[in-house]
């Protein structure tokens, strides 16, 4: 019994105290609302206050903005004023200055018809007087015209021909004094050592025995290595000694290497000259690629095509006057990137210029045409740069020069040409470019004699000075030296002097 009643004096007290709770919890709620509501209150007091603070300042600079756009206004109003009375004056003055023009107008036309009237007198004043100059004259005026452009022009030509003169001797001079540095520094730098190699078609034999061998039974091996080789074998009263005979200068260098291969292994039968050949066909392909490539890195020329470097090897094998055609390609670069570092021209194109300058020579006894045109197409063809096709195109005037480089190759290939040692020709056709020499300066009016002198490298032309005066001597230099230039191939330079003597003789008695 007491254990119910202590368990509804429990559940009454925590009814009582639940209610409590609630009350308080109410009136908690009831306090914080009214903090609430008054803290709205007063927020939107508050924003009502900004608000009218805010509409007081717009006002304000309404009013302010107002007060400047009236201000811009008056002052555009004003200036507007002062550029109308501006133009209006402008108008007045222009309407002035027309009333002056049309009066000057008014002048001139007076005068104008004064002078024509004044011209139209001094032209029949002038008719007269030309009729009676030619009355006087028994010339006409066409005549007198043609008799007096005459005069001019031949005074005018021999004026023209003192002044060519200086110029070209001031020129002549500073050009070679200048040339003169370039070339001697270039040179100097250069200083090629290469001795020319001659590429010969002799091969020596150890005996005259072995003759017969080489030819073999009915010529059958001589045949054989014939047409292996692609050669002539002249087999001949030499002694010791056989001659090979091709035009391409690489089969001969193949067959002689085949020859004396064959010679010292004493085999010498078809089937092993055939593989003979062979074998040195590779060999001197091998080397082809190999000088190309040593010539180029020489030449200080880079990013070439391994078919220009073979094809640029192939000159080893050639020669020009006993000149080494591969080491000419690499002396002409080297003297060419000096020349052009001088002058301030482009190194780079001068040295791939000239060492490619000659590339044709390795093909023209396969191509018709110049080795400057074969050379040119056969490069432009592998990609190389088109200044450079140029300039190999045009090193023998053969095609127009596009730049500065073309020239400098040109005088480079003719300095290593013209060096002393570089080339070398034979007794006949030295004596072959003398005559021809002389020839051409006796073909022209007026010369006496000629005498080519300093093997060939200067003519001197003796005229009659009756027939040609001092003024038509340099003219003559000029024509003998263009009809060289166009008639004959020659290495370097050749001087061309007009010597004109005038005698006066007179006797005592």
């Not at 000057?104 to 029949?124: F, G, H, I, P």
């Not at 009729?131 to 005459?150: D, F, P, Y």
């Not at 200083?191 to 020596?204: C, D, F, G, M, R």
């Amino acid at each position: 019994m007491n254990g119910t009643m202590s368990f509804v004096v429990a559940g009454i007290a925590l009814l009582v105290g639940l209610i409590i709770g609630y009350f308080i919890r109410q009136m908690l709620l009831e306090r914080q609302m009214k903090a609430r509501r008054e803290e709205a209150e007063r927020i939107v007091e508050e924003s009502r206050s900004q608000a009218r603070e805010i509409e007081l300042q717009a006002r304000d600079r309404a009013l302010k903005h107002r007060d400047e756009v009236e201000k811009e206004i008056s002052r555009r109003r004003a200036d507007l004023a002062r550029e109308d009375e501006r133009l209006q004056q402008r108008r007045a003055d222009l309407d002035k200055r027309m009333e002056k023009i049309e009066k000057r107008d008014q002048t001139l036309n007076k005068r104008q018809s004064a002078m024509d009237k004044r011209a139209n007198e001094v032209e029949r004043y002038r008719e007269q007087i030309i009729g009676e100059l030619e009355r006087v004259s028994g010339m006409s005026k066409g005549e007198a015209k043609s008799r007096l452009l005459e005069e001019v022009e031949r005074e005018a030509r021999t004026d023209m021909v003192r002044v060519i003169r200086r110029v070209e001797e001031e020129a002549q001079i500073e050009g070679e004094r200048k040339a003169r540095e370039i070339i001697a520094d270039a040179i100097q730098r250069v200083a090629s050592e290469h001795v020319s190699e001659i590429t010969v078609s002799v091969v020596p034999l150890p005996s005259d025995e072995m003759k017969g061998r080489i030819i073999g039974r009915n010529g059958r091996n001589i045949r054989a290595f014939e047409q292996a080789a692609g050669v002539d074998v002249i087999v001949d009263d030499t002694p010791e000694a056989v001659t090979i005979s091709c035009f391409d200068s690489v089969r001969r260098e193949t067959a002689r290497r085949s020859m004396e291969r064959l010679v010292v292994d004493g085999r010498i039968h078809p089937a092993n000259i055939e593989k003979i050949v062979t074998q040195v066909t590779k060999d001197v392909e091998k080397l082809i690629a190999e000088a190309g490539e040593q010539a180029a890195f020489d030449a200080g020329v880079h990013g070439l095509k391994p078919e220009v470097l073979k094809k640029l090897g192939r000159l080893r094998f050639r020669t020009s006057y006993g000149q080494n055609q591969l080491a000419h390609a690499v002396e002409t670069a080297q003297l060419s990137a000096v020349i052009a570092s001088e002058l301030g021209a482009d190194v780079e194109l001068s040295k791939a210029g000239g060492l490619l300058h000659d590339i044709g020579k390795a093909m023209d006894h396969e191509i018709e045409g110049t080795h400057s045109a074969i050379g040119a197409d056969f490069c432009r063809r592998h990609g190389v740069n088109e200044q450079v096709v140029n300039i190999i195109a045009s090193h023998h005037h053969e095609a127009t020069q596009e730049s500065v480089e073309a020239v400098i190759v040109e005088a480079a290939d003719a300095i290593s040409g013209a060096r002393p040692g570089a080339r070398r020709e034979s007794l006949e056709d030295y004596i072959k470019r003398v005559r021809a020499l002389e020839d051409i300066a006796n073909s022209f009016e007026g010369v006496s004699e000629s005498y080519a002198l300093q093997a060939g490298r200067e003519i001197r032309v003796i005229v009659q000075p009756e027939d040609i005066d001092d003024l038509e001597s340099l003219r003559l230099a000029r024509d003998v030296a263009k009809k060289i230039e166009e008639g004959m191939s020659y290495p370097g330079q050749i001087k061309v002097t007009v010597i004109r003597e005038t005698r006066a003789i007179d006797y005592a008695k």
